[in-house]
């Protein structure tokens, strides 16, 4: 990425990954197929700010709320450091993250840290 700005980059690095990594179970395909559609309106306000060079907080990001809930903050936020590059997926407690997207996903079946990122961020827009 050419920005000088990190809130932009991961912006753009974590779309390249949610539209890029393959997703292996039916259920979960459907799940996180719903999720890059909601995330349209993101990409649409991300280009149209940089046309502008207008580099300002995404309004997209408090209409489309895939936040971690609460109850598993801590174990989400291992997974993204694996996830990002400076993690050990040891210290995932993937039990934790199951509950938290209990009948809406199976991450049983993923078969990357990335593709559990994907569907865990679809399953908590879906909550």
Request: hydrophobic letters at 40%.
């Amino acid at each position: 990425m050419r920005l000088d700005n990190d809130y932009y980059n991961f912006a753009l690095e974590e779309l390249l990954l949610i539209y890029t990594v393959e997703i292996h179970s039916m259920q979960n395909k459907k799940l996180v197929e719903k999720y890059r559609i909601a995330l349209i309106e993101k990409v649409n306000e991300i280009f149209a700010l940089l046309q502008d060079m207008s580099l300002k907080d995404l309004t997209s990001d408090e209409k489309i709320n895939d936040k971690c809930p609460l109850d598993c903050y801590y174990a989400f936020s291992k997974l993204s450091d694996v996830v990002w590059g400076n993690g050990y997926s040891g210290l995932v407690d993937f039990h934790c993250l199951q509950n938290s997207v209990e009948n809406i996903a199976d991450l049983s079946v993923c078969n990357s840290p990335q593709e559990v990122y994907v569907v865990l961020k679809a399953g908590f827009l879906q909550k």
